[in-house]
């Protein structure tokens, strides 16, 4: 199986600032990497997919990057509604697998 | 609008069968793969396994010995069977759409269902 690897796994940050989360994968995985967004109570969604495509109606301060074992998701200007818990999750191999997550948290 | 809706029992006997369905509105199953993933209270999330609207099925390694998955497309629903549950499997279920264009991801997920295995 692909390990993914999230760091960090919280951090806190204010509305406004820009937030970088990194995820690891064990074994090279192309652009097969996707991120997702989790508020507490609902379920996952998805915010990139391929690494850095931005799914329909995300708004556009979300920005994915990366390509091989390193990828980050960035929040340019962190609102309150973003504050959730996020988790990157690999589509090259079988099983797929999910990072641990990073909650953001309100500083 | 694709939605997604799980349901089945909430809570289950240890050594039994944990049976869910998740039905399909507001779209077609045909020529996407369904996928059930699960989350333990507090913890992250797990994948368990996909069927695609053929019927072929991927299953997590992991459980591939207990799970058993479904799919009715006239019904336009997918079914899940998870066999000899401990409180192990305790945990929210998802549904989700796996879609797949160049890459695999999960556009439309359902809201999640509580299952609880106790006595």
């Known amino acids: 199986d692909i390990q993914m690897t999230q760091s960090p796994s919280s951090l806190s940050a204010s509305v406004g600032d820009r937030v970088t989360i990194t995820c690891r994968a064990s074994q090279s995985i192309s652009s097969y990497l996707n991120w997702y967004q989790q508020k507490p109570g609902k379920a996952p969604k998805l915010l990139i997919y391929a690494a850095s495509s931005l799914q329909s109606g995300v708004p556009s301060r979300f920005s994915g990057g990366g390509s091989g074992t390193d990828f980050t998701l960035t929040i340019s200007g962190l609102q309150p509604e973003d504050f959730a818990t996020y988790y990157c999750?690999?589509?090259?191999?079988?099983?797929?697998?999910f990072g641990g997550g990073t909650k953001v948290e309100i500083k | 609008q694709v939605q997604l809706q799980e349901s089945g029992p909430g809570l289950v006997k240890p050594s039994e069968t944990l049976s869910l369905t998740c039905t399909v509105s507001?779209?077609?199953?045909?020529?996407?793969?369904w996928s059930w993933i699960r989350q333990p209270a507090g913890k992250g999330l797990e994948w368990i396994g996909r069927?695609?609207?053929?019927?072929?099925?991927n299953y997590n390694p992991s459980l591939e010995s207990r799970v058993t998955m479904s799919v009715d497309t006239p019904k336009n629903e997918f079914s899940l069977k998870l066999s000899s549950v401990t409180a192990a499997d305790t945990a929210i279920y998802y549904c989700?759409?796996?879609?797949?264009?160049?890459?695999?991801?999960?556009?439309?997920w359902g809201k999640g269902t509580t299952v609880t295995v106790s006595s």
């Open positions: 507001g779209g077609s199953m045909n020529s996407y793969f």
């Open positions: 989700a759409r796996d879609i797949n264009i160049g890459n695999y991801y999960m556009d439309v």
């Open positions: 069927i695609y609207s053929s019927g072929n099925t």
């Open positions: 999750q690999q589509s090259y191999s079988m099983p797929l697998t």
